[in-house]
């Protein structure tokens, strides 16, 4: 069993935010790979299903953003599951608007969310599927950057939100470079 964390931050305020990609990944592939029912559970919301033949839990911490690895340890303890079997899906500045780059371990990149997993399951190794926002140009401007919500002009949210819900079983096999070429493709602009 994998578990995949979306991180963001609960309540509908925060629903279109920046920030809150992670949550809307997991919503899509729940919905796509017709998941059972969200429900309050480990300090989040979560949801079980199998993508290409992968048992999946996925969670979204009702912790807020800084204090996710709570939750993420909570669900991990009680699922058994090891940090190298664990997925978050996540906002990155550093990536142009909607391009994909997943890693095993390493930093936080000052991710106040990955920042708290790594705190929580005292280690840097799990995984990371980067979800490029966009940075807005100065560090002074980051903070209502991540926590704005999209524009109507973003166009390339939803195609990437459904292109990341198509090729999640690549990504449920391990087959990580697969899963972002297939995304690539998915999401590229139709002439």
Not at 28 to 56: M, N, P, Q, Y
Not at 68 to 73: H, T
Not at 76 to 83: D, T, Y
Not at 151 to 164: C, M, Y
Request: hydrophobic letters at 45%; glycine letters at 12%; a positive charge.
């Amino acid at each position: 069993m994998l578990l995949w964390v979306g991180l963001g931050n609960p309540g509908p305020e925060h629903a279109r935010q920046r920030h809150n990609i992670g949550f809307m990944a997991v919503d899509a592939i729940a919905r796509k790979h017709g998941f059972s029912a969200w429900r309050k559970r480990w300090k989040g919301e979560a949801c079980d299903g199998t993508v290409g033949g992968v048992k999946l839990a996925l969670l979204k911490p009702m912790t807020f953003m800084n204090a996710s690895g709570d939750a993420v340890q909570a669900a991990a303890a009680f699922l058994k599951i090891a940090p190298a079997d664990i997925w978050a899906l996540h906002d990155e500045l550093d990536l142009a608007p909607g391009k994909v780059r997943v890693k095993q371990g390493g930093g936080t990149a000052g991710h106040n969310g990955l920042r708290d997993m790594q705190r929580a399951l005292a280690t840097p190794g799990f995984g990371r599927v980067r979800l490029g926002i966009g940075h807005p140009g100065h560090k002074d401007r980051v903070t209502g950057h991540v926590l704005g919500n999209f524009a109507k002009v973003e166009t390339w949210v939803e195609p990437l939100l459904d292109a990341v819900a198509d090729a999640a079983p690549l990504l449920a096999a391990g087959r990580t470079e697969e899963f972002m070429t297939r995304v690539a493709l998915l999401t590229q602009e139709k002439p």
